[in-house]
């Protein structure tokens, strides 16, 4: 049993060394696959997902660009206008009530600016977020004016957390109003106005060099581990298989808290807010778990020596922490738009 022991605990060093490889390998075929749209005022070609072209009474036009690049939407807005162009998301009317709305133009001097804003009622006004308690999450802006043309480009996360934004979810239809003026002055009455929608998910989402791989990883190895811990646990015959499993146990507790903590760091990175969507929750407490499930099973000491009182809470925790790491594991896909 020794024998079997010392390779086990070889293999589960090989599969962590496997995750970090295989995790640098896909991170940089995303890479070379996704590209991040630049934030210049330029639209290149094939920079975003097929456009959503828009046009009002004066026949001119209003279009809209966007790309999904792992937590962020870049979205690019193009109207014949020398003023400002602006785009509300999921507004709860006709008009734009409860609209997060985002402006932007190219001033005399060639600045760009970019506000973010909310409008509480139907005919406005629309102050800016910070205005009202809330921050700005445009990450990067940037944009040009020429020949009649105003591009503004911009990035957000598609949950930002601040109660003044409306999220983008993936799979759904989002709706929007789209605008603009004649002029700089972006709270002056529109020129031009209309209504549309567009789903992330129709266009090519794509996925960029992030730390989800390494920690998607890390997690789904971490719950192979535990389960073939709780495989072993069945056996009767002798003490080798319970130090087996105590060795599993303690490789899917390395896995799933170095998974926990990439995880930690990689909403950190996103600028996203800790604890605003259900996968997070279930995260936090796993590590947690994890390592309770390790410390009452390291307290028997001895196969079926310990109380049976403590062996039942150490395998009805083992079988809680399995539940919750499915159940985590799903919220997973989902956050990450794989399902």
């Known amino acids: 049993m020794k024998n079997i022991s010392w390779r086990l605990s070889k293999v589960g060093l090989f599969c962590f060394s496997v995750v970090l490889v295989v995790s640098a390998i896909w991170g940089s075929q995303s890479n070379s696959i996704s590209k991040k749209p630049d934030i210049d005022g330029i639209i290149g070609k094939d920079e975003y997902d097929p456009a959503k072209i828009y046009k009002g009474s004066t026949g001119k036009k209003f279009t809209i660009y966007y790309k999904v690049v792992g937590l962020d939407i870049f979205i690019a807005l193009e109207a014949e206008t020398s003023g400002w162009v602006a785009i509300g998301i999921e507004p709860t009317d006709n008009l734009h009530k409860n609209a997060d709305m985002i402006f932007g133009w190219v001033d005399d001097q060639g600045r760009v600016k970019v506000v ?48 003044f934004d409306n999220n983008i979810q993936r799979r759904t239809d989002t709706s929007i109003i789209w605008a603009y003026g004649e002029d700089d002055d972006w709270k002056a009455q529109h020129q031009e106005q209309g209504h549309g929608s567009f789903n992330v998910q129709t266009g090519a989402t794509t996925i960029p060099v992030t730390l989800w791989p390494l920690h998607a990883l890390l997690m789904i190895s971490g719950f192979s581990f535990i389960v073939a811990g709780a495989i072993v646990a069945r056996k009767k015959d002798g003490t080798g298989w319970m130090k087996i499993h105590r ?10 808290s170095t998974g926990a903590i990439f995880g930690v760091y990689m909403i950190e990175t996103s600028k996203l807010k800790h604890l605003s969507f259900p996968h997070s929750y279930s995260g936090i407490v796993l590590p947690v778990l994890t390592i309770t499930v390790l410390i009452s099973g390291e307290m028997l000491l001895k196969p079926n020596k310990g109380p049976k009182s403590k062996r039942k809470i150490h395998r009805v925790l083992a079988w809680i922490l399995i539940s919750l790491m499915s159940i985590t594991m799903i919220e997973g896909f989902f956050a990450a738009g794989i399902w």
């Not at 909310?118 to 999450?137: A, R, V, Y």
């Not at 060795?247 to 799933?256: A, E, G, M």
């Open 116 to 163: 973010d804003a909310f409008s509480p009622e139907s005919q406005g006004p629309h102050p800016e977020d910070k205005e009202l308690g809330g921050i700005t999450d445009i990450k990067l802006f940037g944009g040009s004016e020429m020949n009649g043309i105003t591009i503004i480009e911009f990035v957000r996360p598609l949950i930002t957390g601040d109660r």
């Open 247 to 256: 060795l599993l146990v303690r490789i899917s507790t390395l896995l799933i």
